[in-house]
Each structure stands twice: as structure tokens, then as C-alpha cells.
Nanobody
């Protein structure tokens, strides 16, 4: 079982950058696909980005609203996945969640078994 802890959230201005981190417990992390989702209160949890395991070539995919601005990466030696966010917009304001699955990376929330507690990102316009 994996435990995920996000960090790096905060309050920034539009146009700023921010990097989120998610540290996972357990030695199984390198075999897991990882993802970031975000959620605004009262709305559905939205897919942001995903990265496959090394066995699948570290393939990445992104939600349409963040393509070209956000980058997902991972450091298997540190059991950590990152989300580099640039050119932040007010509409990026949300709670960001890290998720993990032993299966294939996917933009679908139901494919992920393990979730962090979330970290708040607030972008003021």
C-alpha cells in the first residue's frame, strides 16, 4: 500500500510559477503510474497530468487546460513525483491531489487506488 504526501502549494499571482511535490512511501513506487488531479469545491475532480512508470517509458499526458504550461516528472530514487506549473491562471486555483496506481497511467480518476490529502493552490488575478 502506498501513502502519498503532497507539498508545495500556496498563494501566488497570475503568471507566477509553482512546483508541487508528492512523496510516496514504500519501495514499490517505481512500478506505479502517478498522476495529479485537482478539484474546486463543488466541482468534479479534474485530471491534470500523469506519468507512467519506467517500465512504460515514463510516458506523460496532460489535461487540455494545462498543456504547454504544466510539466509532470518523477524521481524514482526519491519516491517523488513533481508538477511544475508555469504561467498560472486564476482558474488553476484548486486543491491538487497526487494519485498512484499499479496499473497503466490514465486520465481517469477511477483507475487510481491511492490518493494524497491534497495541497491548496490559490492564484490571484
Amino acid at each position: 500500500q502506498a501513502q502519498l504526501v503532497e507539498s508545495g502549494g500556496g498563494s501566488v499571482h497570475a503568471g507566477d510559477s509553482l512546483r508541487l511535490s508528492c512523496e510516496a512511501s514504500g519501495s514499490i513506487f517505481p512500478r506505479y503510474a502517478m498522476a495529479w488531479f485537482r478539484q474546486v469545491r463543488g466541482q468534479e475532480r479534474e485530471f491534470v497530468a500523469a506519468i507512467s512508470s519506467s517500465g512504460s517509458g515514463y510516458k506523460t499526458e496532460y489535461g487540455d487546460s494545462v498543456k504547454g504550461r504544466f510539466t509532470i516528472s518523477r524521481d524514482d530514487a526519491k519516491n517523488t513525483v513533481y508538477l511544475q506549473m508555469k504561467s498560472l491562471k486564476h482558474e488553476d486555483t484548486a486543491v491538487y491531489y497526487c494519485a498512484a496506481t499499479p496499473g497503466w497511467s490514465s486520465p481517469l480518476r477511477r483507475e487510481y487506488y491511492f490518493w494524497g490529502q491534497g495541497t491548496q493552490v490559490t492564484v490571484s488575478s
